[in-house]
């Protein structure tokens, strides 16, 4: 079982930053995929991000697409999603996920760990 627990989240103008991290419990999720998805009031889940156990290869929704980056620290057991320019539709809460296959996959359903979810509000 790997516990993964978000932070980060906030308030943000359009236009501005935010960084979200990750924490897993887990020494061996290392080398697990992880991914960060997103859902908005009244909307489904959907996938922004992933990146594989290596950090090499990453993944992103077409969407957040050269605005937002996501990153990780093996060493630390962290990974983090920089948000840039944000706009006002990427409010929603956020959460990080983990999978063992170790690819940066876009597909909730192949996530079996997930974090409880961290709040983000962009005012425009």
């Known amino acids: 079982q790997v516990h993964l627990v978000e932070s980060g989240g906030g308030l943000v103008q359009a236009g501005g930053s935010l960084r979200l991290s990750c924490a897993a419990s887990r020494r061996t999720w290392r080398y697990y995929g992880m991914g960060w998805f997103r859902q908005a009031p009244g909307k489904e889940r959907e996938f922004v991000a992933a990146i594989d156990w290596t950090g090499d290869s990453a993944n992103y929704a077409d969407s957040v697409k050269g605005r937002f980056t996501i990153s990780r620290d093996n060493a630390k057991n962290t990974m983090a999603l920089q948000m840039n320019n944000l706009k006002s539709e990427d409010t929603a809460i956020y959460y990080c996920?983990?999978?063992?296959?170790?690819?940066?996959?876009?597909?909730?359903?192949?996530?079996?760990?997930w974090g409880q979810g961290t709040q983000v509000t962009v005012s425009s």
């Open positions: 996920a983990g999978h063992v296959s170790g690819v940066p996959t876009s597909a909730d359903m192949d996530y079996p760990y």
